[in-house]
């Protein structure tokens, strides 16, 4: 908690933009507390660090312009790839998966996305290689943008300003956001049980 206050102190508007942008699709940013980062940025703001128009707009930007850069890798490098025998990745097959996947769940896919570790990351990367219509995906990255880019701050922001003495539970309030986070994908995995023999051979 205190190194991401550190950080957003130190780094300023400039880090947390890249950091966003960085985890919303580039794979280097997969691993990056994008969740944590904006509501205790939004926290600060509402303490006077930062001003929270300028932060909710940087982590729009931030999240939609990563998405759309994760998408055009995935669009360009994808199929070159995964169109082999055998890649180091994935199998052939997968690239199908991936276009019936996200002409079903498409939309949903992008927007939910975003509240997840890791898979915002992999999400626009995958609907690329599934050639999802540009159009269909612009739209829902930009509601996914607006949904968790200016939504965590703004969440930090109010809760800063209407609670008082609320840094003193500023720790359990981030955990909590990281455990809400991963909680669907938990959930996912148990009911799956394919996925869990996967993981549990690996």
Known sequence: MFDIVAFIKAAGYLGIFAVVFAESGILIGMFFPGDSLLFTAGFLASQGYLDISILAALAFVAAVLGDQVGYQLGRRFGPKIFNRDRSFFFNPQQIARARNFYEKHGGKAVTMARFLPVVRTLAPVIAGVGEM??????????????????????????????????????????????????????????????????????
Not at 160 to 176: A, F, H, Q
């Open 133 to 202: 219509r540009y159009g269909a995906f612009l739209f829902y990255n930009l509601i996914g943008g607006a949904l968790w880019g200016v939504g965590l701050p703004f969440l930090g922001y109010f809760l800063g300003t209407s609670i008082p003495n609320v840094d003193r539970y500023l720790v359990p309030i981030v955990i909590g956001i990281v455990v809400l986070s991963l909680l669907p994908s938990a959930i996912h995995i148990l009911r799956d049980p394919e996925m869990r023999r996967h993981l549990w051979k690996r």
